[in-house]
Each structure stands twice: as structure tokens, then as C-alpha cells.
């Protein structure tokens, strides 16, 4: 019998098993940030085992209320970075170098194929676009994965999408992840690997790959993969370039990492995805999805672009190119926030930026915070958000709010629109 390629990494990766169906995996990162990392520092201290399994294995970022908006979360801040400089973790992304963790870490070239990777985050299923095995953790397991570079998993159920089909001009990675989540519920991947593969994967640039692994978790998945391949190697090829002699060989090594044909699947989907529609969410969970020509007319307050989904450089290009010309609709508030410094700073050399401004949005510095609510970006009580986020719960973007997540060009023409309409990218 075949296998997956979790099957696979869980194989490599295997230190013990020490009850039925538990597997204890050795990390090849370990991802932090502070919100949730600094919970495990204080404990680790309080209990006289302040150190880490291997400093220049984990990565540490502040991202999730940057700057600081009050005096709680810079106290969070600072034992992260008080932590990173006492561990000698050089990897420590601070206030003016640091991103929104899935999409620096990434960028950083951080994750490879075939690695295992955990964070106390639930997006952390992102890097598994790069056909690794990345999981988010409570704050346990995050604690002993810092401590002693392992983590404890259930065996690797895998459910499989197969993709086929052209895409319409206009529907993108988000409209596509939408739609599957719409058809498996957000419960329909509890505690399974979630495969993407197919035409459609094949056809996709690593930052689809991404905003696809990204959305795994809002169907319960525990990972998102897609097969590595040559667009994988193009992506890392400067950090990987001294490990081969040639991107042929190491696509022909990255290869390992993709499931057997003969390998067993909790369930398979296909699809044809050749007619799908653009989309976007109209309640407050994830599966809850109609066509934006459904939601057509839906008033809006606030246009969000950004996030670990879609505030990567690709996603800024797709609004920009609806946005160029236009302005805001009036009693409509734009923010738009580059996922990195480095989106930022591309953003700028391509004229984006100034057609955002141009149009009236607000750029901020990558962050994480409008997204759960926290800074940058808060809704009132009853204000609705068109948002190229991950979720849609009640509350998730500020008390009594509503989230509608669709696609950065869904949102960009929702912006002119000041109501929920479909890009002119979309024929």
C-alpha cells in the first residue's frame, strides 16, 4: 500500500510511539510570535528550563499588534525579544524589519520541502504549500517543541482535492479555497492532512499556494499540502543554491515528497473548477458562502487588503490594477497592509502604493492586527468589512462587526462599489 506524503514526513520524522496512533516528530522549525510564544517563555522560566532544543532552528517574529498599542501588548513584545536575544536566536524579526509571520517566514526561505514545522498559530498550515508538514499548536506543545525540538501528533488521516480545470480570468486562490470549504463544511478536514492537487495546483505560483494552505484549517484540517515541484525550487533557489548543482536536481529530489498513486485517502474530491465564480462569505463561518454576484448590492464601511491570505506582492498587483484611477466610494474607508517589509518595499518601486493612496486607502506597516481585531483596523458595533482575510467569526475584526472575505479584486471593486460587486477582471 502507498503512501502520503504525510505518511512520509511522519516516517522521516519519527522519534517514538508511545501509545497507539501518537507519534512524537522531531521539528525542523519551530515558529514563534508574541502573542502566544511568551505564555510558554514565562512558564519555561518559572519552572528553571529557560533554554531552547536549537536557537537557529526556531524563528521569532513581532507581528500581530506591531507597534505596540498599549502597554500589555509591549510588554508581550518585550519578553519575545528579551527571550531571542537571551536564547541567541538571530532569526528575530523586531519593529521595523518584521512582517506578518506566513508570509516572512516563507520569504525568509525558511521551509522546505518534507520539513515539519509547528507554531502557536492556527495558519500555520500555510508552509505546507511548500509540501511540508506545518501544523499550529496550543501552547504546550509549543513550549516543549522550544524546549526540546518535538511535538506529538495523531496518525496523518489525508483528505485529497484534485483540481481540474482553467481557471476564469478574475476567480483566484481565494475564490477557489472558498468554494471548497463551502462544499466539506468547516469541520469537513477535522484532524486530516488536506491535499491539493491538480491542474489547477500545477498552474499556481507559491503565493496561490499559500492563500490555498493558508484557508486549510477553516475546513478543521490540521495541514494544507501542495506537491513541491519546479515552481517550489524557483521560489527557494536562492536559498537552496549551494545544496544543488542545478534547479533540475533539486525538483528531481523534491519529488520524494508527493504522495504514492496507490496511497489511501480518508475521502478524495475532484473538481472541475472551469466555471467557478468568484465568491465571498456571508455569515460568520468560513463555509458560508454565495457568489459575489449573489451578495451583489451588500453595503460596505470598511475595505481591508492584507493579511497572511492575501497582502502578498501578487495580491497587491490584482487590487492595484482595479483600484488605478478610481477613488474610494464615498463613507467607504480603505486600509490596505503589505504582508512584509519587502512587499512594502516592491510595492512602492511599482507605483502600487501611490495608487492606493491615490484612491484614498490608508497603508500601514505589516501587521497582523485588523485581522483579529485588535489594531489597524477595528470595526464599530454593526459595520461590515469586505476583507481579503481568513475569518469571518462573530467579532473577529471588532464587537458586533461583519466580515465578508473575498478576494483582493472582489475587494478592490467593492471599494469603488461602496457594495459587494465583481471585479472587471472577472469575464
Known amino acids: 500500500m502507498g503512501k502520503t506524503i504525510a505518511q512520509k514526513i511522519f516516517e522521516k520524522h519519527l522519534v517514538d510511539s508511545p501509545f497507539p496512533n501518537t507519534y512524537v516528530l522531531k521539528l525542523d522549525r519551530v515558529f514563534c510570535h508574541e502573542i502566544t510564544t511568551p505564555i510558554a517563555i514565562n512558564d519555561l522560566v518559572d519552572r528553571g528550563m529557560d533554554k531552547v532544543f536549537d536557537s537557529t532552528k526556531i524563528k521569532a517574529v513581532i507581528d500581530h499588534v506591531t507597534p505596540a498599542k498599549d502597554s500589555k501588548t509591549a510588554e508581550q513584545g518585550k519578553i519575545l ?35 515539519t514545522v509547528i507554531m502557536g498559530d492556527s495558519h500555520t498550515c500555510t508552509h505546507g504549500a511548500f509540501g511540508a508538514f506545518a501544523a499550529g499548536v496550543g501552547t504546550t506543545d509549543l513550549e516543549v517543541g522550544i524546549l526540546k525540538g518535538v511535538c506529538s501528533f495523531r496518525e496523518p488521516k489525508s483528505i485529497k482535492f484534485v483540481l481540474n480545470g482553467t481557471l476564469k480570468p ?33 498552474n499556481f505560483g507559491m503565493e496561490e499556494r499559500m492563500t490555498l494552505c493558508n484557508m486549510a484549517v477553516e475546513a478543521g484540517g490540521t495541514s494544507g499540502i501542495c506537491y513541491p515541484d519546479e515552481k517550489t525550487v524557483e521560489y527557494l533557489w536562492e536559498f537552496i543554491k549551494d545544496e544543488y548543482k ?5 525538483a528531481a529530489d523534491y519529488r520524494q515528497w508527493r504522495s504514492d498513486d496507490d496511497a489511501v485517502y480518508e475521502k478524495v474530491y475532484t473538481y472541475d473548477l472551469s466555471n467557478l465564480e468568484p465568491v465571498c462569505t456571508f455569515g460568520y463561518k468560513p463555509d458560508q458562502v454565495k457568489t459575489v454576484s449573489e451578495m451583489k448590492g451588500t453595503k460596505v464601511n470598511q475595505i481591508y487588503i492584507g ?29 490596505v497592509s503589505p504582508a512584509t517589509p519587502d512587499i512594502y518595499k516592491q510595492a512602492l518601486k511599482e507605483g502600487i502604493i501611490e495608487i492606493f493612496m491615490d484612491a484614498g486607502f490608508c497603508v500601514t506597516n505589516p501587521t497582523c492586527g485588523a485581522c483579529l481585531g485588535m489594531s489597524n ?16 467569526f462573530n467579532g473577529r475584526m471588532g464587537k458586533g462587526g461583519m466580515v465578508h472575505l473575498m478576494s483582493p479584486a472582489t475587494a478592490a471593486a467593492t471599494a469603488i462599489s461602496g457594495t459587494i460587486t465583481n471585479s472587471p477582471l472577472f469575464k
Open 170 to 202: 478574475g476567480v483566484y486562490a481565494k475564490d477557489v479555497i472558498l468554494f471548497l470549504i463551502s462544499k466539506i463544511g468547516v469541520n469537513g478536514a477535522t484532524n486530516c492532512v488536506v491535499e491539493f492537487t491538480g491542474s489547477v495546483i500545477d
Open 81 to 115: 525579544r528579551d527571550w531571542a536575544n537571551r536564547q541567541g536566536i538571530k532569526d528575530f524579526f523586531d519593529i521595523g524589519c518584521n512582517g506578518v509571520c506566513h508570509a516572512i517566514f516563507p520569504e525568509k526561505g525558511f521551509v522546505r520541502p518534507g520539513y
Open 377 to 392: 483596523g477595528v470595526l464599530a458595533n454593526g459595520e461590515v468589512c469586505a476583507s481579503t482575510t481568513n475569518r469571518n
Open 307 to 335: 493579511s497572511c491570505t492575501n497582502g502578498r506582492i501578487s495580491d497587491l498587483r490584482i487590487a492595484a490594477e482595479v483600484l488605478k484611477g478610481h477613488k474610494l466610494a464615498e463613507g467607504v474607508r480603505g486600509i
Open 246 to 250: 542545478t534547479k533540475e536536481e533539486a
